[in-house]
T-cell receptor, first 112, second 110 residues
Framework: DGGITQSPKYLFRKEGQNVTLSCEQN?????MYWYRQDPGQGLRLIYY???????QKGDIAEGYSVSREKKESFPLTVTSAQKNPTAFYLC???????????FGQGTRLTVV | KQEVTQIPAALSVPEGENLVLNCSFT??????LQWFRQDPGKGLTSLLL?????REQTSGRLNASLDKSSGRSTLYIAASQPGDSATYLC?????????FGTGTSLTVIP
């Protein structure tokens, strides 16, 4: 059953800690994306990757890092430098020509 | 930079009514436009994809149109049902990423 899997669904982080959100896809898509969703602000792009071992910053990359060592995986690390990390994080993938995008079910990160 | 606007921000209709959601974008140089549905606390589910060479797409009770020259798309929902209650988002793809509107929150009252 093809799709995108994000884990965990809920994540709690203490201030000063780094946390890593997982995103795995079995759709054989080259492009993968990370978005942040806050109430009333819509989705904002954090990072995207068009190919393995390459990625680009989006609009709000500060305080985040990513890696793309495998086509199927695009993990996002929320570092302690991110001042307001509490949000809903969504991972997506699409084919290289940016046709239809598919999303995971999201990870809700809360700083405690 | 591409700006995507969705109007109205919220909409409440009685069951059975037909309705139209609007999406406008500032840069007409897009490859595709996609409509999504999002239920509370969930990810986005793709509803319809309109490629730049197309004018509309239909799936069941849903019909989406695209007018690139005017920078507009509409999502028409026929015979609305309570199960249609959700937030609907549109996204355009100029190049290498997707730009999203802030969504329309739809409530269908039984």
């Amino acid at each position: 059953d093809g799709g995108i899997t994000q884990s965990p669904k809920y994540l709690f982080r203490k201030e000063g800690q780094n946390v890593t959100l997982s995103c795995e896809q079995n759709l054989n898509h080259d492009a993968m994306y990370w978005y942040r969703q806050d109430p009333g602000q819509g989705l904002r792009l954090i990072y995207y990757s068009q190919i393995v071992n390459d990625f680009q910053k989006g609009d709000i990359a500060e305080g985040y890092s990513v890696s793309r060592e495998k086509k199927e995986s695009f993990p996002l690390t929320v570092t302690s430098a991110q001042k307001n990390p509490t949000a809903f994080y969504l991972c997506a993938s699409s084919s290289t020509d940016n046709t239809e995008a598919f999303f995971g079910q999201g990870t809700r990160l809360t700083v405690v | 930079k591409q700006e995507v606007t969705q109007i109205p921000a919220a909409l409440s209709v009685p069951e059975g009514e037909n309705l139209v959601l609007n999406c406008s974008f500032t840069d007409s140089a897009i490859y595709n436009l996609q409509w999504f549905r999002q239920d509370p606390g969930k990810g986005l589910t793709s509803l319809l994809l309109i490629q730049s060479s197309q004018r509309e797409q239909t799936s069941g009770r849903l019909n989406a149109s695209l007018d690139k020259s005017s920078g507009r798309s509409t999502l028409y929902i026929a015979a609305s049902q309570p199960g249609d209650s959700a937030t609907y988002l549109c996204a355009v793809t100029p190049r290498n990423q997707f730009y999203f509107g802030t969504g329309t929150s739809l409530t269908v009252i039984p």
